[in-house]
């Protein structure tokens, strides 16, 4: 039987180039997941700015190199507001507002995802 030679170094470098798309992956979410949230604060209702203020995001891996990411908004009410039905008279913003912002964003979530996928 004969030996392969260099694997190890060939092992290292494909270990290298999975932790770096697993790296880039993270960072392409949490791009996205940034600007989906900023896009839904702006058309988020205002009262007294709790709503707005509540909004969050996260990225998150299954322990598996899988990542997800997260938007949303911590207030009690958040899905109240974001329910209401569209003939409500909002003084700022409108219903709907995190869905909104992901639909209109879907182009430009790609766009982040890709970039993010290329290694560098």
Do not use: C
Request: aromatic share 6%.
């Amino acid at each position: 039987m004969s030996e392969v030679r260099g694997l190890s170094a060939v092992l290292q470098k494909l270990n290298k180039t999975i932790a770096d798309i697993e790296l880039h992956t993270k960072e392409g979410l949490t791009e996205a997941a940034l600007v989906v949230k900023a896009d839904s604060v702006k058309g988020t209702p205002i009262d007294t700015g709790n709503l707005r203020g509540s909004a969050f995001h996260l990225v998150e891996e299954d322990g598996k190199h899988k990542f997800s990411a997260i938007v949303g908004y911590t207030a009690n009410y958040a899905l109240w507001v974001h329910e209401m039905p569209a003939h409500y008279n909002f003084n700022s913003g409108s219903n709907k507002f995190l869905e909104k912002a992901l639909l209109k964003n879907q182009g430009r979530i790609l766009q982040i995802l890709v970039k993010h996928a290329k290694l560098k």
